[in-house]
């Protein structure tokens, strides 16, 4: 059974404008996630993290929000830019547990100019 | 140069052949990983080591084996590969002594075909 679900499988915008990509859990024992990304030919590499204690974590154009009521997170990108088109994962963990990373399946950005 | 380094990079082989893959590691992170990414999949966690005498399976270990030579040398080996294990590869490190033990660091992965 999947425990990181992200439903869309790709998403297209305007350059200039916001990127929403969303990701949902079931495993209520989850307490850090990571949004990670991936461009064709290298491996992920990491974006944004956030600890259940917060709801929002930000870091330049990039935004996280968690709703654990929901258990929904989402990563906000504003302004979007062409550069940003890649495919990205959402990871969770239990911190202080084995701490294996669990991925989504991702979701590909494509910005257009 | 690049943190963690995995090799080759491209592999095709045939049913049956045994296939190591390498990974190594500069970061001087104790925790190293195995993941397998499938289109549509995302990735699946193979096998995780968090020091050289720690080997854990992860939700796919079937077909594998691991071998932690060294802080910084990670092996996954195919003992007889089949077409289904045609995937991309990663490897990844962390550092259990940072306040983000969570944050892995991938290698550029390893492109696999069986054919």
């Known amino acids: 059974d999947q425990q990181v679900k992200q439903n869309s499988p790709s998403l297209s915008v305007q350059e200039g404008r916001i990127s929403i990509l969303n990701c949902d859990y079931t495993n209520s024992m989850f307490d850090y996630f990571l949004w990670y990304k991936k461009y064709p030919a290298e491996g992920p590499t990491f974006l944004i993290s956030i600890s259940s204690i917060k709801d929002k974590n930000e870091d330049g154009r990039f935004t996280v929000f968690l709703n654990k009521s929901a258990k929904h997170l989402s990563l906000h990108i504003v302004p979007s830019q062409p550069g940003d088109s890649a495919v990205y994962f959402c990871?969770?963990?239990?911190?202080?547990?084995?701490?294996?990373?669990?991925f989504g399946k991702g979701t590909k950005l494509t910005v257009n100019p | 140069d690049a943190d963690v380094t995995q090799t080759p990079r491209n592999r095709i082989t045939k049913t049956g052949k045994r296939i190591m893959l390498e990974c190594s590691q500069t970061?001087?992170?104790?925790?190293m990983y195995w993941y397998r990414q499938d289109p549509g999949l995302g990735l699946r966690l193979i096998y995780y080591s968090f020091d050289v005498k720690d080997i854990n399976k992860g939700e796919i270990s079937d077909g594998y084996s691991v071998s932690r030579q060294a802080q910084a040398k990670f092996s996954l080996s195919l003992e007889s590969a089949i077409p289904n294990q045609t995937a991309l590869y990663f490897c990844?490190?962390?550092?259990?002594?940072?306040?983000?033990?969570?944050?892995?660091?991938f290698g550029p992965g390893t492109r696999l075909t069986v054919l």
């Open positions: 970061k001087g992170h104790d925790r």
């Open positions: 990844a490190t962390s550092d259990q002594g940072s306040g983000r033990k969570s944050e892995q660091f």
């Open positions: 990871a969770a963990s239990v911190v202080g547990g084995s701490e294996k990373l669990v």
